[in-house]
């Protein structure tokens, strides 16, 4: 919350001429507050996909954050407005932050406006820099503005603004067509990753915010793995602007978070698939459900023992919450929970994954695995076959074959 100070002083007039003093009121308030410094991170607006470029606050109510690389110093520059009825030539203004974070006293000329004064805090670097080598997150950074009329021998609390600072443990990775500095990519992995200085603890942490199957991006919005099913958006720039999305996305998402905080890993984007070891009744098993399914009646068991539970469709079987089959052995039921999605489609011919340090991350439902075997274990029901373009078998004996994985570099 902003707090404004109007308060009644007794201070030396105008021209500071010595003995001569008067009574007179005065409101001070912040116009406009601007962070830089060489350490500073050019975040982007998730929707619009561009960089942040105006100023960090308004009075106006624009709001927008700020990054920083720990072990770096934040400089502030702000705009003030002074009413007063008589005012002094020049003040004297500092801003006391969190952990100690100061802005030292500078003093400032005062201009004539329609009605009242403006001054300008030129830009200053803070009293410390951030703590080297670990995450932040200051949700809010509120500097506390102070102002002086007889350069520093008394000060009077004028204004409180509050920011949204990020600090990352290392410079983050650089940006590729799919990575870039989005705004939700440091909320979720300066909050998540707070106090953290390993590699091992910021994974750890980032990890937390897919646990319960429900990721935020910063305006609290929900992101949703397979909201529509028919969804064509396999990038996590596409994730973060519409929100919802396929596999590939919560993979990058989650690989994103580390490289934010400058987590450096090679062969951690994994792409997993049936080995299609065998070909039973003509085909190849290309297909897997993900838990649960429902295995009912064989219809097929004479032509295909080893697959015995058909499905069939007619037309078009993609709808907006899944595959639709006209017959069907094998019918979907509620199962493991997708980000943000208590059922999502769970039919697939493909999935992509991360690896970090031996252990697979599967970001869209939140869940941990030590190995393909285990993957498989867990999360799988059964395996399908396509018989032909309006048919698949399938099979709840998860022994008759087992996941092959593709591996680079995200």
């Excluded at 603004?161 to 989005?182: C, G, Q, W």
């Excluded at 990058?252 to 070909?279: D, E």
Aim: with cysteine.
């Amino acid at each position: 919350m902003r707090r404004l100070y109007s308060l009644l002083l007794v201070c030396a007039c105008a021209m500071g001429t010595k003995g001569l003093a008067q009574d007179f009121q005065y409101r001070f308030e912040t116009t406009e507050v601007k962070f830089s410094g060489p350490g500073s991170i050019a975040i982007r607006e998730d929707s619009l996909q561009t960089v942040y470029s105006t100023a960090h606050w308004r009075n106006t109510g624009l709001r927008e954050p700020a990054g920083f690389v720990s072990g770096t110093t934040m400089y502030a520059n702000a705009q003030f407005r002074f009413n007063c009825s008589v005012a002094p030539d020049s003040l004297t203004i500092r801003g006391l932050g969190n952990d100690t974070i100061n802005f030292p006293p500078q003093t400032v000329a005062l201009s004539a406006a329609a009605g009242y004064f403006t001054c300008t805090y030129p830009p200053a670097p803070a009293s410390k820099m951030f703590t080297a080598g670990i995450v932040n997150y200051y949700a809010p950074f509120s500097i506390y503005w102070e102002i002086s009329f007889d350069r520093g021998a008394s000060w009077f609390r004028a204004d409180t603004t509050d920011h949204k600072i990020y600090v990352t443990r290392s410079m983050p990775l650089a940006e590729t067509a799919n990575f870039k500095y989005f705004h939700t990519l440091l909320e979720l992995s300066c909050k998540n990753a707070k106090g953290e200085r390993t590699d091992t603890g910021i994974i750890k942490k980032c990890w937390n915010e897919f646990t319960d199957q429900i990721v935020l991006n910063y305006k609290g919005d929900s992101l949703h793995y397979y909201k529509t099913f028919n969804t064509s958006n396999t990038t996590l720039p596409l994730l973060l602007k519409y929100r919802n999305a396929q596999c590939y996305t919560f993979a990058q998402l989650f690989a994103s978070l580390m490289k934010m905080q400058g987590v450096t890993r090679t062969n951690n984007y994994v792409y997993i698939t049936p080995k299609t070891i065998s070909a039973p009744c003509g085909g190849t098993i290309n297909r897997f459900l993900v838990k649960n399914w429902k295995f009912s009646s064989k219809s097929d068991s004479a032509a295909c023992p080893s697959f015995p539970y058909r499905n069939t469709y007619s037309g078009s079987y993609i709808t907006a919450t899944g595959y639709v089959f006209t017959t069907a052995d094998v019918t979907d039921q509620s199962g493991v929970d997708g980000q943000c999605n208590k059922n999502p489609s769970s039919f697939f011919n493909n999935h992509q994954i991360t690896k970090f340090d031996g252990v697979y991350y599967d970001a869209c439902y939140g869940m941990t695995f030590s190995s393909l075997s285990d993957i498989k274990t867990r999360a799988f029901d059964g395996w399908g076959v396509q018989r032909s373009a309006g048919s698949y078998n399938f099979t709840n004996d998860m022994s008759l074959d087992d996941l092959s994985e593709t591996i680079s570099t995200f």
